[in-house]
């Protein structure tokens, strides 16, 4: 598994003097929006721009391209002139591998995951093997249910995204809080969203990013149990053992061993 950023900011990408501020923030990534934040009679010279710009600056951070969807005409002009970039690349509504086929074999991607049938079709997306991360899209996703983007409505599909990362062993990203007046709700759904296994979650303010980084993010005294389990388990001529009143197994040390290679603490 490869290391990617616990909160990656969204940034218009017409709007590329947002970068310092993202910088600033402590977002430890930025997503150059090319879809949604983008006007159609603008995604021409926008996509133009934003290409000299990276070609030209290195940013210090990890960066993403969300593209346009491949099935538009503008979805092919973005792959076809930031292939050549070493930028990961966000591919919004991916609902089967079919999709990928396309897609030059040294490219790593990462389906966004927004649609019903995308969950339907998981299996097979997230075992392609340009596929090296999945990022759940939860807005246009409960559109597509019609539902509302409370945490129960959309548990089912960001279990499935979870399950298909762990099976294949890709990075996960969740959804953006798209509320950006309640920090308090941010927190309370970062803690359920990293219980039940994601990576990381994207930002949409600078607001967030602190709050993001906090609840994601190994606390030291985590760290330190980690590399200690790992050490004694590696010591130890058994199976199972104790560790401070908590029986260890292998299971067990996975985890710990997981929680220090994603954030690149090992």
Known sequence: MKKLPITPIFIPANKLDYVEKAIKSGADGIIFDLEDAIPNEEKQVTRKSLFEFLSKKTLGIVSYIRINNLGSKDGQSDLDLFKSLNHKIIIPKIE??????????????????????????????????????????????????????SWDALLFARSKIILECS???????????????????LKKECKLSKSIGFNSKASIHPS???????????????????????????????????????????????????????????
Request: aromatic share 8%.
């Open 208 to 266: 967030q990013v602190e709050v993001i980084m906090e609840n994601f993010r190994p606390t030291d005294d985590e760290i330190l149990e980690a590399k200690n389990i790992i050490q004694e388990f590696n010591i130890s001529k058994k199976a199972v053992f104790s560790y401070k009143g908590k029986m260890i197994d292998k299971p067990i040390i996975r985890i710990m061993k997981n929680r220090l290679k994603v954030f690149d603490l090992e």
């Open 167 to 185: 099976i294949n062993n890709l990075f996960s990203i969740d959804s953006p809080f798209m509320n950006i007046s309640s920090l308090e709700d």
């Open 96 to 149: 089967t591998e079919k999709v990928l086929e396309n897609i030059p074999s040294d490219i790593s991607i990462i389906p966004l995951i927004e649609t019903p049938l995308a969950i339907s079709n998981l299996s097979k997306i997230a075992a392609y093997s340009k596929v090296d991360s999945l990022f759940f899209g939860a807005a246009d996703f409960s559109a597509a249910l019609g539902s509302d983007m």
